[in-house]
């Protein structure tokens, strides 16, 4: 397990080294010199030639990004162009946001998911089991950022129970766990939940059915186990694919919540992307991608081993 | 197969080739068209997507208004007004004739990158499976590289560096969509070049070019279809999120995604208007959707 734990984590830096050229080429692959990913348009010639210089753009690729590397490992990742502060500096606050809504979202749809998919999985063929399968294409056919929008309608306008946008009453200000709050986080994280909803029911309901059909099954029920005896073995020999799913499916949460978080301006990491992109600020594109996916790599790694260390059948080292 | 065979020898050839693949088709496919009629959800949804593509390509035809002639005195009908069944958006533009139009950019966006995902991915993963050793470590490793990205912020950063537009737009879905296929077209031409009948073809002489267009490629492209055709309904709600997000079609171009975003701000004077592209992009995928676990029961594919 020891050994499996080492190697595991050793493949896992070619991947995170990969990930950081694929961050450090998206600079590279935007239109025009990435000279203006750091200066301003207007910055006068001589400026530009030392910042060039500094920078180490007029030395060849490889070495840029070796360059490059070693800034972000310092935790350098560099100057927004649109409000000159440090990138980390906005993007520290924007990934708790981003982290705390992508949590609420997943324990809303982890748990419908694992209860619909459970039930469909146990009583297959049944109205239970074609209402979920229904409920999870639904769930996965939605464009989120829509089902926002009318949840937006529904619930803000038409209601006025909740608000539309924000993350508190001033707009975006200091967190608090008051229902104030709590309220601006309703509508995102229901709006969020519903893809790992379809995807976790999905999956659930197929491992169940297969667990289901197997012939220890029929051997507990045969020397007379209750039926909730039977539900723990089943739920303990579900449990690690199950869980590998929805770890993954954090990650896809912290990752795709751009579009729910433009639809609620919800001041996290999304909000800070579709900014980035509108001005052309580049540095802030970069991070942004950066973290995030470093992040789901971290998350990857941390899934397979829990995933291991749960399941004694995968001996992988 | 020579090239420098006799006319009527090679059209013999061909009448022998036809005869043989109508009946092998024969067999396969009526089973699948027997199973596919026996399941009525696909056939409604394949034919809800129908009628949507045959009302986009005759949009010019069937729609009532011109999609870019706006009005400021008629903005923000509500649904039912009279001349307008759908409303008008927030330019005063007729709702039903830009659904209409907008439908065209959504669907070419929505299946574009998919086609093209499906082609490249299909001979990157039919060839990582067949080569095996190290041009297979090589294609499926740096597969591994984009599956380290969730893919809605690798089309988010990749068409976000690129700039708005709809070719970038393109570009980022399909590099988004190459990794998925050549992973599954990967691991069926690895079952597949395992078998017998490759052994045997191999013994026989055949070269490696014959033994995947005859062998392999015709038990690998179902399957492969059958995944490419479940990622459409994907690729849609992404392409239009992008759209959404401005990074696809720029205004006035009527796209789904893009008039979700220009009626946002619509949603407390015609909040039912405004959401009207979005229930068109949830039709369209979830029907796709559907119509992709048809085909996969009908053809029997696993996965």
Redesign the interface.
């Known amino acids: 397990m020891l050994f499996y734990l080492i190697r595991r984590i050793i493949y896992a830096i070619?991947?995170?080294l990969?990930?950081g050229f694929?961050?450090f080429m998206?600079?590279q692959?935007?239109?025009g010199d990435p000279i203006n990913a750091i200066v301003p348009a207007d910055a006068p010639g001589d400026v530009v030639e030392q910042v060039r210089r500094d920078y180490g753009l007029d030395k060849p690729l490889p070495v840029q990004f070796g360059i490059w590397l070693s800034k972000v490992a310092q935790g350098d990742l560099g100057r927004s162009l649109a409000t000159g502060r440090s990138v980390w500096s906005d993007l520290s606050g924007a990934i708790q946001n981003t982290l705390m809504l992508a949590i609420a979202a997943s324990l809303i749809g982890f748990t419908l998911g694992c209860v619909l998919g459970g039930l469909a999985g146990t009583f297959r063929g049944s109205f239970v089991d074609r209402a979920a399968v229904s409920v999870a294409?639904?769930g996965?056919?939605?464009?989120?950022?829509?089902?926002g929008?009318?949840l937006?309608?529904i619930f803000s306008?038409?209601l006025n129970w909740l608000p539309a946008m924000g993350a508190g009453p001033g707009g975006s200000g200091d967190w608090a766990w008051d229902w104030e709050h709590v309220k601006h986080l309703v509508l995102p994280a229901v709006t969020l939940a519903v893809i790992p909803m379809g995807i976790v029911t999905r999956t659930v309901r197929g491992i169940i059915a297969e667990i289901m059909n197997q012939e220890f099954v029929t051997a507990l029920r045969g020397k007379g186990l209750t039926r909730g005896g039977i539900f723990l073995h089943v739920v303990k020999n579900a449990a690690p694919n199950a869980l590998a799913v929805m770890g993954l499916q954090l990650?896809?949460l912290?990752?795709?919540s751009?579009?729910v978080e433009?639809?609620f301006s919800w001041p996290g990491t999304g909000l800070l992307?579709?900014n980035?992109?509108?001005q052309?600020d580049?540095p802030v594109?970069q991070g942004t991608?950066l973290v995030?996916?470093m992040f789901?790599?971290a998350l990857?790694l941390a899934v397979d081993l829990v995933q291991t260390a749960l399941d004694p059948r995968i001996k992988r080292a | 197969m020579s090239m420098s065979t006799t006319p009527s020898a090679a059209e013999a050839e061909l009448a022998v080739q036809a005869k043989q693949s109508v009946a092998k088709s024969q067999g396969y496919w009526a089973g699948v068209w027997k199973r596919l009629r026996r399941d009525p959800l696909t056939i409604a949804c394949a034919a809800v997507l129908l009628v949507m593509f045959l009302a986009i390509v005759f949009a010019p035809l069937i729609a009532p208004q011109d999609p870019y002639q706006g009005s400021m005195i008629r903005r923000l009908r509500a649904i039912g007004t009279t001349n307008y069944p759908l409303g008008t958006d927030e330019l005063g533009r007729d709702m039903l004739t830009r659904l209409l139009y907008g439908g065209r950019l959504s669907w070419f966006m929505g299946i574009t990158p998919v086609l093209l995902a499906f082609v490249i991915g299909t001979f990157l993963g039919v060839l990582a499976g067949f080569a095996g050793g190290k041009v297979n470590m090589a294609i499926m490793r740096t597969t591994d590289i984009f599956y380290a990205f969730p893919s809605v912020l690798l089309a988010v950063a990749i068409s976000g560096a690129l700039g708005a537009g709809i070719v970038n737009a393109i570009l980022a879905l399909t590099l988004v969509f190459i990794p998925p296929i050549i992973r599954v077209a990967e691991s069926v031409t690895t079952g597949v070049r395992n078998l017998d009948f490759v052994d045997a073809a191999r013994a026989s002489g055949a070269s490696a070019f014959t033994i995947v267009r005859v062998h392999v490629l015709g038990n690998v492209l179902g399957p492969i279809f059958v995944y490419a055709t479940s990622l459409i309904s994907v690729c849609m709600i992404l392409a239009s999120g992008l759209s959404f997000l401005g990074l696809g079609t720029k205004p006035p171009e009527p796209e789904w995604g893009l008039m979700l975003n220009t009626l946002r701000t619509a949603i407390y004077v015609q909040p039912w208007v405004a959401v009207l592209p979005g229930a068109c992009i949830f039709v369209t995928s979830i029907c796709f959707n559907l119509l992709s676990d048809g085909l996969r029961q009908a053809m029997d594919v696993k996965g």
């Open positions: 070619p991947i995170a990969a990930v694929v961050c998206l600079v692959i935007a239109p294409v639904a996965v056919s939605v464009p989120h950022y829509w089902l929008m009318v937006v309608v306008v038409q990650g896809y912290m990752g795709g751009i579009l433009t639809v992307l579709n980035a992109i509108f052309r580049l594109l991608i995030l996916a789901f790599v990857n």
